[in-house]
């Protein structure tokens, strides 16, 4: 299998955008902000377009959007945090405005509209050249790296953001900084593997991890190591099973891996009381 | 069809407009779905259940590639798997927010959605890819259209209205007090976690009968920004419930009427209208707050009822 290039761009590019989309989901899943993160998702492709239509190269739009548009949803709401309704007001403007820009660009002399905006949406992850794959894999390092040199005091925040704010902690800042780093792995992901994974990614590995342990460091590990997982067997499965898009195959692990730790969660907490006191409530995560 | 051609006359210009069948379908579509969606996200908003209905919203990609793929009619697949979608979410959510605050809390339900929308996704995957046709008008499917929409339609979708409507009328009162304090709620005897799944279920359904006329990715012009405006501009329930209509009629026909004699698509006039009535009500807001000294501003009044 690893004889073909094709598989092994898929291994480099994904094994950094599941570890990054799983670390970063499980601070959004924390902070109540898949929303956010799924509407990044669904606006980056109105990036694209409109770099289509201007005449750049398409990862410019991508990131400008996606970017502008994290700090837009920082700054409109509390704690740097936007309200659903802000969000969902916004989002569907933006994807209005990317309804004209279609009919811009399929009136006008380029053409080629639907094709566009299909790649952009479903981004294949094997359609992946080298450099490509590199690309995606250094962007997932670097913001792996960044989310890692501020989870504590970013876990502080979202613990509780008034305690953290006492302490002198940037709240907000760090409201930003972690909605762009979202922007930024679902700016890349959306053109190398598909809008799709990354929310997949996102949302499923952590809202696992959270059922699973209420310990933050060990379910941020957890949280990424759920995310890797599905990656390489979706990616295997989808080699061993052509008919099997690979965008399903690993978000059909990533929700297996869901379903199995809600399944789990409920047994202990059915289970007898343990001895030592009151145990923490399921997804209720403590400062350590 | 002649290129239709904008005059300062505005009679004469709604006379050709009306001039045509399609438009007229097209009028009393978005009329329906105008009223539905208004009232349904006027709850929505309210309970903040934005993102669930976005959930259910994308589900109509799964739904019509499915249907696609079993043979079926689109509409039906939509309003399958909107439906399916809707009750997904409303079990996995473990009573969300009705029954003290839900397992995991907050975070917990995101995820939870989260995960039933990359789920239905990603079986939209398989059924195209298993279909391995193309899946056709899929702009429409996204975008949506009011161009060709015939009786059929408009009689659906005046009957899922209707049904709806009849539903919310039923049990909109304690629905409003459910919304608003659950714990008082359910100490009076309102049966909070039924009326959780049944709304979800309601908004499935209005979802579904929205994102034949706006596109899948545009229901929220309708099903948000409208009841969010009303709700920023006045604390009183039945009000801003009317206002809301108010609001998405004016925006659905607006719309309508400026795409016909352009260009461009529906969905960006649509959104565009939607949003700026959102801002101009919040500003407007704003400036009622600074303007009446008594109230702290930069804190909107919730709405608030008086049972």
């Known amino acids: 299998m690893l004889a073909h290039e094709f598989i092994r761009n898929a291994y480099v590019a ?19 902000q898949v929303f956010a993160g799924d509407a990044l998702g669904h606006v980056a492709f109105v990036g694209a377009i409109a770099a289509a239509v201007v005449g750049v190269d398409e990862r410019v739009g991508l990131f400008a959007l996606t970017l502008g548009l994290a700090a837009v949803m920082a700054g409109l709401g509390r704690r740097a945090q936007a309200n659903d309704v802000t969000i969902g007001v916004v989002f569907s403007w933006v994807l209005g405005i990317g309804v004209l820009l279609i009919a811009v660009l399929s009136t006008g002399s380029s053409g080629g509209d639907g094709l566009i905006v299909a790649n952009t949406l ?15 894999a250094a962007v997932g390092l670097g913001v792996v790296l960044a989310a890692m040199s501020i989870a504590r005091p970013l876990l502080f925040a979202s613990l509780d953001g008034e305690l953290a704010a006492l302490h002198g902690v940037p709240v907000r800042a760090l409201g930003l900084v972690l909605l762009l780093l979202i922007g930024a792995v679902t700016a890349e992901g959306t053109q190398a593997v598909g809008a799709l994974l990354v929310l997949g990614l996102i949302a499923a590995p952590a809202g696992a991890a959270l059922r699973l342990t209420c310990r933050p460091y060990i379910g941020m590990a957890l949280s990424g190591a759920i995310a890797l997982v599905a990656m390489w067997g979706g990616i295997a499965l989808s080699y061993a099973l ?24 409920k047994i202990v907490v059915w289970a007898p009381k343990r001895k030592s006191g009151h145990p923490a409530a399921v997804g209720e995560v403590r400062l350590p | 069809m002649n290129n239709p051609t904008l005059t300062w006359n505005l009679v004469h ?3 050709e407009l ?31 259940q934005s993102f669930a209905g976005h959930t259910t919203a994308t589900m109509a990609f799964p739904g019509a590639a ?19 979608a809707a009750l997904a979410i409303g079990r996995s959510s473990t009573g969300g927010r009705g029954g003290a605050g839900g397992r995991g809390g907050r975070g917990g339900e995101s995820a939870a959605i989260g995960v039933v929308q990359i789920a239905g996704l990603a079986l939209g995957f398989l059924f195209l890819s298993l279909y391995s046709g193309v899946l056709e008008q899929l702009e429409a499917l996204l975008f949506g259209t009011f161009l060709g929409i015939d009786r059929g339609q408009v009689l659906t979708l005046a009957l899922v209205a209707l049904a709806v409507l009849a539903a919310l009328a039923v049990v909109g009162r304690p629905l409003l007090l459910a919304s608003l304090d659950p714990e008082a709620a359910s100490a009076r005897g309102v049966p909070v976690r039924a009326l959780d799944v049944g709304f979800l279920a309601i908004l499935g359904l209005t979802v579904a009968a929205t994102s034949q006329i706006t596109g899948t990715l545009l229901v929220f012009a309708l099903l948000v920004a409208p009841p969010a405006a009303a709700q920023a501009l006045t604390p009183r329930p039945g009000l801003s419930l009317a206002l809301s209509v108010v609001f998405a009629l004016l925006v659905m026909w607006l719309g309508l009427g400026v795409s016909y004699f352009s260009i461009y698509p529906l969905g960006f006039f649509i959104t565009s209208f939607g949003f700026a009535l959102y801002v101009a009500a919040k500003l407007a807001r704003r400036a009622a707050d600074a303007f009446r000294h008594e109230r702290r501003p930069s804190e909107p009044a919730p709405v608030a009822v008086v049972a």
Do not use: E
């Open chain 1, 14 to 32: 994904g094994t950094f955008v599941a570890l990054a989309s799983g670390l970063l989901g499980w601070f959004a899943v924390l902070r109540g």
């Open chain 1, 242 to 265: 052509p008919s099997l898009p690979p965008s399903t195959a690993i978000i059909g692990l990533a929700v297996g891996a869901y379903a199995l730790a809600s399944v789990a969660s």
């Open chain 2, 66 to 84: 499915g249907a696609a793929l079993a043979g079926l009619p689109t509409a039906l697949g939509y309003y399958l798997a909107c439906g399916i």
């Open chain 2, 13 to 15: 210009d709604v006379h």
């Open chain 1, 122 to 136: 479903f981004g294949s992850i094997f359609g992946l050249g080298a450099g490509q794959s590199l690309v995606a």
């Open chain 2, 18 to 48: 009306l001039a045509y069948q399609f438009m007229v379908n097209a009028l009393q579509a978005g009329t329906i779905v105008a009223v539905m969606a208004a009232v349904v996200g006027w709850y929505m908003v309210l309970r903040r």
